[in-house]
């Protein structure tokens, strides 16, 4: 079976340099047409990770979320595990402007409009890393759910209590969604 490798720091602190731009370089490469389309789609993503929340925890399990967005690190380092492992896109519209949902396991995404559509399936064929942290690979025997925002990205993975400290550290108390 082919392994994640989960990121060290440094990586992370690396790839964030290299990837996540100013909205000002944004405006100045892209023009503020497409700035526009990035924060709306951004607004999206938060806007339906509220939504899907008690979906993926189906009540049984706490879920967290990140809207708007200050849980970047973590985010970062769980999709970096999930494209070490290989994202499969599941629906023709992930190289779009569209917004997108990641699974972190088993590495999915698809645009938000398709993945009620594929949800069915993923669930169906089940994890394949049982009891793995998505986001340092510790193996435990209860991950809680969580949604990170990464730009125009949702990012839904399960991690270990440590990491889930982490993660609501790094999450203001007011951008949380109501218990
Ligand atoms: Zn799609
Ligand atoms: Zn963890």
Not at 100 to 125: E, H, K, N, Q, W
């Amino acid at each position: 079976m082919r392994k994640r490798r989960f990121p060290t720091d440094a990586e992370v602190d690396r790839w964030i340099a290299d990837h996540l731009a100013d909205l000002d370089v944004i405006v100045a490469a892209y023009g503020p047409a497409k700035a526009d389309q990035i924060q709306a789609a951004s607004r999206d993503t938060m806007a339906l990770s509220r939504r899907l929340a008690p979906l993926f925890s189906a009540g049984r399990i706490e879920f967290e979320s990140d809207a708007p967005g200050p849980g970047t690190r973590m985010a970062v380092r769980m999709y970096l595990a999930a494209e070490s492992y290989g994202i499969r896109p599941a629906c023709p519209h992930v190289e779009t402007d569209r917004p997108l949902t990641l699974m972190c396991d088993p590495p999915t995404v698809s645009c938000t409009t398709c993945l009620p559509l594929i949800l069915p399936g993923l669930m169906f064929r089940g994890f394949r890393f049982n009891h793995v942290c998505d986001h340092c690979g510790r193996q435990v025997k209860t991950l809680a759910a969580v949604a990170a925002t990464l730009g125009c990205m949702m990012i839904h993975g399960h991690v270990c209590r440590p990491c889930k400290s982490a993660f609501l550290g790094a999450v203001a108390p007011h951008s949380r969604p109501a218990e």
